[in-house]
């Protein structure tokens, strides 16, 4: 191991996801959650689930609130559910408890495999059109319409062009393999939007505000409703395709398995659930592995010191909170469409030309976007799957898990709407 080749590689990895820093808050802040306490939570949870993927794991990946998982956390369950922000909150602590006896009892492979493979391979890029769809919207380059329900905003002035000239700018610093693009891109975009009147400079550096305001505020009201079993659902299969996704292609490339296995893969997904458990204490929505670590790795990255490093890069950020929270949402925009891009790359793994399996996997990417519901299109995506396959006469690709859950999800679509 080369200590020098893997604190670079630790920081480079920071440098790519750090982004979350600026964008997680901008996302909560959207449902009422106070953007300080969201901005040192991200930093402390990041830093704590990194160390224990670092030191328990010593694997050089690192983790963050995960992108989807916020989205999910904000715009379903809290603006198109309708419920607080509490609620959530509960359900990723469910969640995160409900992940670690998943992991310790190694039942999460029956979780992942009763879920159909083009399933699986549709939610990561649906995810993605949600994401880019929902930075186009608060970015101001869509709006919405009575006649087409979204047309194009106004992008010759004030958020749509800053927006917009964003995008640009991280586009070109992207295509030019500049280390850190998208933070770059984040903080050119808002000291570009300081003379339109867009950014609000709040300083530098400061103390972390606290995170009182967010923390342990559980609500255990509706624990036993089909809303709560769906949400909490929602949650861990996002959590685990976006995990066991991020370390299997990773650790591929990386020439990182072992007889084809992700080293101390149990313990990976450890810290991942640990994460999201106390994470959600903290008032953060649910942990991921970041696909972002891919950078770090490609630097030479291989043992928990590059994790470590990207750990304590997260713990040096806490002092930078003003900066962080002077970002407009303008400014964050462009990350988010590059990060729904970012997400498209399982589609290439989806037989397209087998329609059993594309025309579930299409229905459930493009539900995700158009309802504004990632647990709406992986729902009726499922059952989709079911229904079209049993029609179809391939009986045989259905399992007994695959038709209780479809009975579930058609009662809870026919009783709960």
């Not at 025309?359 to 990417?365: G, K, N, V």
Request: hydrophobic share 55%.
């Amino acid at each position: 191991m080369n200590v020098r080749t893997e604190i670079i590689a630790g920081i480079t990895t920071f440098l790519t996801m750090a982004y979350i820093l600026a964008v997680n808050p901008n996302i909560m802040g959207d449902i009422g959650m106070d953007k300080g306490a969201i901005f040192t939570t991200t930093a402390i949870i990041s830093m704590f689930s990194t160390l224990i993927m670092a030191l328990y794991a010593r694997l050089p990946f690192a983790l963050a609130p995960g992108m989807g998982l916020n989205a999910f956390f904000a715009y379903t369950v809290c603006t198109k559910m309708g419920y607080d922000w509490s609620f959530a909150l509960t359900a990723v602590l469910i969640e995160g408890v409900a992940f670690i006896i998943l992991t310790e009892t190694n039942l999460r492979d029956a979780i992942v495999n009763a879920i159909p493979a083009s399933i699986r391979n549709a939610i990561g890029p649906g995810i993605g059109l949600y994401i880019a769809f929902i930075g186009l919207k608060n970015g101001g380059v869509i709006a919405s319409s009575s006649a087409t329900f979204v047309t194009l905003g106004t992008i010759t002035s004030g958020p749509g062009l800053l927006s917009i000239i964003g995008l640009v700018l991280t586009g070109t610093l992207l295509i030019l393999n500049v280390r850190g693009a998208l933070l770059l891109g984040i903080l050119g975009t808002t000291l570009i939007g300081l003379p339109m009147g867009l950014t609000t400079f709040g300083g530098v550096a400061g103390l972390p505000p606290s995170i009182a305001p967010i923390a342990f505020k559980f609500d255990f009201t509706h624990v036993f409703t089909v809303d709560m079993l769906i949400v909490v659902l929602t949650f861990l299969f996002i959590d685990m395709f976006d995990t066991i996704g991020t370390l299997v292609g990773v650790s591929t490339k990386a020439g990182m398995l072992r007889n084809g296995q992700v080293p101390h893969l149990k313990r990976a997904f450890m810290a991942d659930a640990v994460g999201t458990t106390i994470g959600s204490m903290m008032g953060s929505s649910a942990i991921a592995t970041y696909v972002e670590s891919a950078s770090g790795v490609a630097q030479g990255g291989r043992s928990g010191l590059t994790a470590f490093t990207t750990a304590v890069c997260f713990a040096v950020a806490l002092i930078f909170a003003p900066l962080f929270l002077s970002i407009p949402g303008s400014a964050t925009c462009p990350v988010l469409v590059i990060v729904g891009l970012f997400m498209l790359s399982p589609i290439r793994d989806i037989d397209l030309d087998d329609y059993s399996e594309s025309l579930p996997a299409f229905i459930c990417l493009v539900l995700m976007p158009l309802t504004y519901s990632i647990s709406d299109g992986i729902l009726i995506g499922i059952i989709s799957y079911v229904v079209l396959n049993l029609l179809g006469g391939k009986r045989r690709k259905l399992t007994p898990t695959m038709y209780v859950l479809v009975v579930l999800f058609i009662l809870k679509y026919v009783f709960i709407g």
